[in-house]
């Protein structure tokens, strides 16, 4: 995804639309927004969908989901953020509140030559509860659910064969809830939540620990 043209129209209620000009009714105003909101979710789509070189999971809360993405030889960066709504520029308060429609998740540029999808989506199934259904872990709510997001026919195959070897190798007759959905907007989450867990470790920890992460993963993987 190009960030900045994410930045630059996901931003749109920077542009000041409130200036004294009569044509500028509230109406016009309300259409002018969802306008520029459409646009930047094609534009961010557009990109998204021409680089193979991202890859988009939601498995609950982005802390947790950065960590295990940066540890990888072939990982060039990671970025928490919101996806998936229909809300104009979320915003952590409203995420977490389940008001806009949006997901908490990751977004991952790799290096192809170096590290492949099909290895992303390993480390992806290590780190979330497949099975759970109404959120991850001690965070319940949609916004909170597992997902990827897959950019193209090459990812959904690789991701839909993935899952069902999953289902069929480890989980048996539990049924897997994951959903694999096309890429959307993604919008990038407010700079404290970037790298979280290196700015904050004890509280990261602390987290991971209460929130009972790390004992569900174990639980359903092994050490």
């Given amino acids: 995804m190009s960030k900045s043209l994410s930045k630059k129209f996901s931003r749109y209620n920077?542009?000041?639309?409130?200036?004294?000009?009569?044509?500028?009714?509230?109406?016009?105003?309300?259409?002018?927004?969802?306008?520029?909101?459409?646009?930047?979710?094609?534009?961010?789509?557009?990109?998204?969908?021409?680089?193979?070189?991202?890859?988009?999971?939601?498995?609950?809360?982005?802390?947790?989901?950065?960590?295990?993405?940066?540890?990888?030889?072939?990982?060039?960066?990671?970025?928490?953020?919101?996806?998936?709504?229909?809300?104009?520029?979320?915003?952590?308060?409203?995420?977490?509140?389940?008001?806009?429609?949006?997901?908490?998740?990751?977004?991952?540029?790799?290096?192809?030559?170096?590290?492949?999808?099909?290895?992303?989506?390993?480390?992806?199934?290590?780190?979330?509860?497949?099975l759970q259904a109404n959120g991850q872990f001690c965070d319940i709510g949609l916004q909170y659910k597992s997902a990827i997001f897959v950019n193209g026919l090459a990812q959904k195959t690789m991701a839909e064969s993935s899952r069902k070897n999953l289902q069929e190798l480890y989980l048996g007759y539990e049924k897997v809830v994951t959903e694999i959905l096309p890429i959307s907007a993604f919008f990038e989450a407010e700079e404290y939540h970037q790298d979280y867990y290196q700015k904050n470790p004890v509280k990261y920890k602390l987290y991971r620990y209460r929130c009972g992460r790390d004992n569900r993963l174990d639980e359903l993987w092994g050490r």
């Fill in 14 to 130: 920077k542009f000041n639309i409130s200036c004294n000009a009569p044509f500028l009714t509230p109406k016009i105003q309300k259409y002018t927004a969802i306008f520029v909101f459409v646009v930047a979710g094609f534009c961010s789509l557009l990109a998204a969908a021409g680089d193979s070189r991202i890859a988009t999971f939601a498995g609950g809360c982005f802390w947790c989901m950065e960590y295990p993405f940066d540890q990888l030889d072939g990982v060039l960066s990671t970025k928490s953020g919101y996806i998936g709504g229909v809300f104009p520029n979320p915003n952590y308060e409203i995420v977490s509140e389940g008001l806009s429609g949006h997901v908490e998740a990751v977004q991952v540029v790799f290096d192809p030559s170096r590290i492949s999808y099909e290895k992303l989506l390993e480390v992806y199934w290590r780190n979330i509860d497949p």
